[in-house]
């Protein structure tokens, strides 16, 4: 699925094509894009339809658009509408005029006739949907489903003292720790495993062994690596993983460990080595990043 940089360049391009345009109209043509939006897809379109789109916003791995009526500030309840990407959803900007993609689900057009905006989604596993905005728990306003999750590093109010904190709290290992979204947001499988080969530490080691310095290392590891991967568009293993004009990113190439099972470690030759883990996999460095040692009881 993906994961801060690949949400945030999407969430760039939304900003560039979309904000203060006015919805003219919503086509919903598969009714899982909206399952989520529980009173159906009659409500969704009308939820939107003559709403301006004031702003595109993202907090870790989620996206969201915030409607609010023309010359308006939204403000606690008023609507935005949140999108699941899931495995293969994609946010296209497109002329009206382009043939319809294969797996378009949902059409929005603007009452100025200009580029539209679509939702295209092969798997159906991601889809949109309207809720209120809320204070989160870490401050700010965010759609109500994701009021629980925490800032993610590319935050300006994000406190990397505080997430540290975050981290050592939790009676878990260091690379589930990292991939709770309560904890830290925006951090998925790739960027845990390409952090953790950075601060030369193993997933499995404990949180409750994890020094301050470690958990600061970590998790500026976890921004540096992110910060990369934006520049570069993002990581896409397919064309499924697409910016709003359909451009795939390439921060694959760059990766150290993630995918590089039995490939020369690049700091050390040491061949990669994959684990099974969660239903996924972790990649490490048996050299770079030796396992913890199990306490003899």
């Not at 919805?23 to 009714?31: I, N, S």
């Not at 800032?151 to 300006?156: A, C, F, V």
């Not at 590891?221 to 004009?245: P, R």
């Amino acid at each position: 699925m993906p994961e801060l940089p690949e949400v945030e360049v999407v969430r760039r391009g939304l900003a560039d094509h979309v904000l203060d345009r006015v919805v003219a109209r919503v086509d919903v043509g598969h009714l899982r894009a909206v399952r989520r939006h529980l009173p159906g897809p009659e409500d969704f379109a009308a939820r939107l339809t003559g709403r301006r789109i004031h702003a595109a916003r993202r907090r870790g791995k989620y996206l969201w658009l915030e409607l609010a009526d023309p010359g308006a500030e939204p403000a606690v309840g008023d609507d935005a509408v949140l999108a699941h990407l899931g495995m293969s959803g994609q946010m296209l900007v497109a002329d009206p005029g382009r043939p319809d993609e294969t797996h378009l689900r949902v059409r929005i057009t603007f009452d100025d006739d200009g580029p539209e905006l679509r939702f295209v989604d092969q798997r159906t596993f991601g889809g949109l949907s309207v809720h209120p905005l809320a204070e989160a728990a870490g401050g700010g306003l965010v759609p109500e489903p994701v009021a629980h999750i925490a800032r993610d590093p590319m935050d300006p109010a994000f406190s990397p003292d505080d997430a540290v904190a975050a981290l050592r709290r939790r009676r878990t290992e260091v690379k589930r720790a990292l991939l709770d979204q309560t904890v830290v947001s925006g951090i998925g499988n790739i960027y845990a495993d390409e952090a953790l080969w950075r601060a030369r530490l193993h997933g499995t080691r404990p949180t409750a062994a994890l020094t301050r310095a470690q958990g600061r290392t970590v998790l500026d590891a976890a921004t540096e690596v992110m910060v990369e991967a934006l520049a570069q568009g993002g990581t896409s293993f397919d064309a499924l993983y697409v910016n709003v004009n359909g451009a795939s990113g390439y921060f694959d190439r760059s990766l150290n460990v993630y995918g590089q099972a039995d490939r020369a470690c690049r700091r050390c030759g040491t061949p990669i080595r994959r684990d099974a883990f969660m239903n996924r996999s972790s990649f490490t460095c048996p050299r770079c990043q030796p396992k913890p040692r199990t306490r003899r009881s």
